[in-house]
């Protein structure tokens, strides 16, 4: 089992920062990558970012976030970070971190590849 806790949600203005956390405890050395998603209302959770424990190697979604959001870990910390900036309204959603194993080509993109979710943080952005 692993656990996830999320942190660093809030209100921030559009063009605002936020730095997201997720806290991974127990069998870590399960799971190959983290993935942040988001679920704005009223519409499907979606994939945002992914990371490789080992290599580091990064994955975003295209257009919507890349160039804005940055995925990074602190593998002493067992921790993953979503830093992201110029922030905008559509950004408004709950993000879940989530931690998968899966060799499967893209697997890190695709919600049933990941095992374990943390319970999720607000983030709303004003206008």
């Known amino acids: 089992q692993v656990q996830l806790v999320e942190s660093g949600g809030g209100l921030v203005q559009t063009g605002g920062s936020l730095r997201l956390s997720c806290a991974a405890s127990?069998?870590?050395?399960?799971?190959?990558?983290m993935g942040w998603f988001r679920q704005a209302p009223g519409k499907e959770r979606e994939f945002v970012a992914a990371?490789?424990?080992?290599?580091?190697?990064?994955?975003y979604a295209s257009n919507s976030v890349k160039g804005r959001f940055t995925i990074s870990r602190d593998s002493a910390k067992n921790t993953v970070y979503l830093q992201m900036n110029s922030l905008k309204p559509e950004d408004t959603a709950v993000y879940y971190c989530?931690?998968?194993?899966?060799?499967?080509?893209?697997?890190?993109?695709?919600?049933?590849?990941?095992?374990?979710w943390g319970q999720g943080t607000q983030v709303t952005v004003s206008s």
């Open positions: 989530a931690a998968g194993s899966s060799y499967s080509d893209y697997a890190y993109r695709r919600e049933y590849e990941y095992a374990y």
């Open positions: 127990g069998r870590t050395s399960s799971a190959n990558y």
């Open positions: 990371i490789w424990w080992s290599s580091g190697s990064t994955f």
